[in-house]
């Protein structure tokens, strides 16, 4: 075992030999949207993105399901597996089976695996002082998908938003593998101050994020004025606060999107000074045009995140 429980990791690790090793992960929640062949999508994509978080390739998948069969149609969970197969095919990875059961509340996802050479593994716990952290999409989705489940969100806005957690981050991964990536993690439930936290506990390090640099959707930020926040914002908040210092310049609004949490995020890279504007040029040139660098690894062992404006 590379990876195991002992760390806070995305996914876990077996080595097979000296130059393969296979990556497992699991993934599956609720609907966060209206439409079953989205979710499908948005489902696969999020269990996918663990194993691009750790510098691998996904090759198979199985199908976790649970359906309530007595007061829904089985259309709908039809559409919910084409939509999660279709985004399986665009990442070419091998459906080989799955399992459903009935319950009262419909929730879908993947169990995936993928395959890493031993020695260049992806994990979140490898930050070095002076490195640059890249984040590849903008935050805002927990908020947002609060909104829709309040009907608050245009015809418009799903629709970006279902756009945003449909695009696989492989395009992202495969970019970055030309790159020295000393640590790296997707930015999901735990919002990107929590992930963050999880990459800078036991490291020995601090951050300094530049939060006018962060990539916010502009929609996130309206709602989140009107207290449209869900309430993992606020469980994420309570417990990873302790860990980090706001400049006090910065509004309080933007501190709690900072807590919200992700579906189907972005990836976060850290990387040396000396290689982020090459690796985000790279990032802009294959299609990842939000990415940005949004702070850095500083020689500060009280492991701390510090956000200045």
């Given at each position: 075992?590379?990876?195991?429980?002992?760390?806070?990791?995305?996914a876990?690790?077996?080595?097979?030999?000296?130059?393969?090793?296979l990556?497992?992960?699991?993934?599956?929640?609720?609907?966060?949207?209206d439409?079953?062949?989205?979710?499908?999508?948005?489902?696969?994509?999020?269990?996918?993105?663990?194993?691009?978080?750790?510098?691998?390739?996904?090759?198979?998948?199985?199908?976790?399901?649970?359906?309530?069969?007595?007061?829904?149609?089985?259309?709908?969970?039809?559409?919910?597996?084409?939509?999660?197969?279709?985004?399986?095919?665009?990442?070419?990875?091998?459906?080989?089976?799955?399992?459903?059961?009935?319950?009262?509340?419909?929730?879908?996802?993947?169990?995936?695996?993928?395959?890493?050479?031993?020695?260049?593994?992806?994990s979140?716990?490898?930050?070095?002082?002076?490195?640059?952290l890249?984040?590849?999409?903008?935050?805002?989705?927990?908020?947002?998908?609060?909104?829709?489940?309040g009907?608050?969100?245009?015809?418009?806005?799903?629709?970006?938003?279902?756009?945003?957690?449909?695009?696989?981050?492989?395009r992202?991964?495969?970019?970055?593998?030309?790159?020295?990536?000393?640590?790296?993690?997707?930015?999901?439930?735990?919002?990107?101050?929590?992930?963050?936290?999880?990459?800078?506990?036991?490291?020995?390090?601090?951050?300094?994020?530049?939060?006018?640099?962060i990539?916010?959707?502009?929609?996130?930020?309206?709602?989140?004025?009107?207290?449209?926040?869900?309430?993992?914002?606020?469980?994420?908040?309570?417990?990873?606060?302790?860990?980090?210092?706001?400049?006090?310049?910065?509004?309080?609004?933007?501190?709690?999107?900072?807590?919200?949490?992700?579906?189907?995020?972005?990836?976060?890279?850290?990387?040396?000074?000396?290689?982020?504007?090459g690796?985000?040029?790279?990032?802009?040139?294959?299609?990842?045009?939000?990415?940005?660098?949004?702070?850095?690894?500083?020689?500060?062992?009280?492991?701390?995140?510090?956000?200045?404006?």
């Amino acid at each position: 075992m590379i990876v195991g429980l002992q760390t806070a990791d995305d996914a876990g690790v077996y080595r097979i030999s000296d130059d393969l090793a296979l990556i497992q992960t699991v993934d599956f929640f609720t609907p966060i949207v209206d439409d079953p062949y989205s979710f499908g999508r948005i489902a696969a994509a999020n269990a996918l993105s663990d194993v691009y978080a750790m510098g691998g390739e996904p090759k198979t998948a199985m199908n976790l399901a649970a359906f309530p069969i007595k007061t829904m149609e089985f259309p709908t969970l039809r559409r919910i597996i084409e939509g999660g197969l279709d985004t399986l095919k665009e990442a070419e990875v091998a459906l080989v089976g799955g399992h459903s059961i009935e319950d009262l509340e419909l929730k879908y996802g993947l169990s995936v695996t993928g395959f890493v050479h031993p020695d260049k593994i992806w994990s979140k716990h490898g930050l070095k002082p002076g490195d640059q952290l890249i984040l590849t999409k903008p935050i805002g989705s927990g908020i947002i998908n609060t909104a829709i489940k309040g009907g608050l969100a245009s015809v418009q806005l799903i629709e970006k938003i279902t756009r945003l957690m449909t695009t696989l981050n492989r395009r992202a991964a495969e970019t970055l593998k030309t790159y020295c990536v000393h640590a790296c993690t997707d930015i999901t439930g735990f919002g990107l101050l929590g992930h963050l936290a999880e990459m800078v506990c036991d490291s020995r390090c601090s951050l300094r994020l530049q939060s006018s640099r962060i990539p916010i959707l502009e929609e996130a930020v309206e709602f989140a004025s009107m207290g449209l926040f869900p309430a993992g914002a606020y469980k994420n908040k309570e417990y990873r606060l302790c860990m980090v210092k706001f400049s006090e310049e910065i509004d309080p609004i933007r501190q709690d999107i900072f807590f919200d949490p992700q579906t189907s995020g972005g990836l976060l890279f850290s990387l040396p000074k000396a290689q982020a504007e090459g690796a985000l040029k790279s990032l802009h040139t294959a299609g990842c045009t939000d990415a940005a660098i949004i702070g850095e690894v500083i020689s500060d062992r009280s492991e701390k995140i510090y956000i200045d404006r």
